[in-house]
């Protein structure tokens, strides 16, 4: 039995789309291809952009599509486990504006992150301090990232990755409050304990890796194992979404595509599948090699032939 433990982790801020679709393949032909194990993990802490029956809906849509996982969590029923790991870190209260906060809720794709200057850094004696400072709102809490942390680590698709954190992001945000876990602290934390050997995802959060990098030496433990890939984007070169038109999963399944059509054509943008034939996910276990992935972006025509 391999010790590889994968992971597919949807936020429920919308529906899932090919895009989704093509990471979480990769993600779980990694795993089953090596007879590893795949966590399921429902990134639910960003109300209120998540929205309501998204969590259900992306469990039958991956379902559909032939995903299964052996274990399931969801955040929002894990605070006091991200309440735990913040007490443990070197982090400090600010009660600067919430805007850049509440953006790190989610996962910070690529441009969606801000640098915080370090404002509040040594101006609070504690948590108190400064609540009271910043009613009625509450203060977030903030990861001191000294001068000169650069972040090293070999992605095991896009290679070689290197950040200096205290220049690019500064003391990132790690919790809205003390029990606002944000994306940064709860994911890192989860992969922990979730025992997950290789983080698979969007290479858009290629960025967002080092702060999680810091957050888990802090806590004394070796980080897992990267793999970013490229994303689909539509004709214009950018990342898909609405206006590439209606590629969520449900809406190929309202209009009779079958599972097989998508997985099919997912397959031949990974190399796998050159003739585009209708594919079952589960067939393709042992045959998705990461080497035939081209390392370009996958242009969505709008057609799956
Ligand atoms: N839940 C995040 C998202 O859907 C993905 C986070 C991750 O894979 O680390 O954007
Ligand atoms: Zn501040």
């Known amino acids: 039995m391999s010790g590889y433990v994968g992971r597919l982790a949807p936020s429920p801020t919308g529906a899932l789309h090919l895009g989704n679709a093509r990471t979480f393949m990769i993600a779980w032909l990694r795993a089953r291809a090596c007879g590893g194990k795949v966590v399921f993990r429902m990134e639910d802490l960003d109300h209120p952009?998540?929205?309501?029956g998204a969590a259900a809906a992306a469990v039958e849509d991956l379902r559909w599509l032939g995903f299964d996982w052996d274990e399931e969590y969801v955040q929002s029923e894990r605070r006091a486990v991200y309440r735990a790991a913040l007490a443990r870190l070197d982090a400090y209260p600010c009660t600067c504006s919430r805007k850049d906060v509440a953006c790190a809720q989610s996962a910070p794709h690529a441009g969606e992150q801000?640098?915080?200057?370090?404002?509040?850094?040594?101006?609070?004696?504690?948590?108190?301090?400064?609540?009271?400072?910043?009613?009625?709102?509450?203060?977030?809490?903030?990861?001191?990232?000294?001068?000169?942390?650069?972040?090293?680590?070999?992605?095991?698709?896009?290679g070689p990755y290197e950040q200096d954190v205290s220049r690019t992001l500064g003391d990132f945000p790690l919790a809205r409050d003390p029990d606002g876990a944000g994306y940064t602290l709860a994911a890192m934390v989860d992969d922990l304990q979730m025992g997950v050997t290789e983080v698979v995802r969007g290479d858009d959060l290629l960025p967002a890796t080092p702060p999680q990098i810091l957050v888990a030496r802090q806590l004394g433990r070796n980080?897992?194992?990267?793999?970013?890939?490229?994303?689909?984007?539509?004709?214009?070169?950018?990342?898909l979404a609405k206006r590439h038109g209606d590629t969520r999963l449900s809406a190929f399944r309202a209009a009779g595509v079958a599972p097989e059509t998508i997985v099919g054509w997912l397959a031949s943008t990974c190399g796998w599948n050159a003739k585009r034939t209708p594919t079952r996910l589960r067939s393709l276990i042992g045959r998705s090699p990461l080497e035939t992935i081209p390392h370009e972006a996958v242009v969505w025509t709008g057609s799956f032939t």
Not at 147 to 156: C, I, P, Y
């Open 223 to 239: 980080h897992p194992a990267y793999c970013h890939v490229p994303l689909i984007v539509g004709t214009d070169g950018r990342r």
């Open 49 to 52: 952009r998540d929205k309501p």
């Open 114 to 158: 801000l640098f915080y200057p370090g404002t509040c850094r040594g101006r609070y004696a504690s948590w108190d301090e400064a609540a009271a400072a910043c009613v009625p709102r509450l203060p977030c809490w903030r990861f001191r990232v000294p001068e000169g942390t650069v972040v090293r680590f070999n992605d095991a698709f896009a």
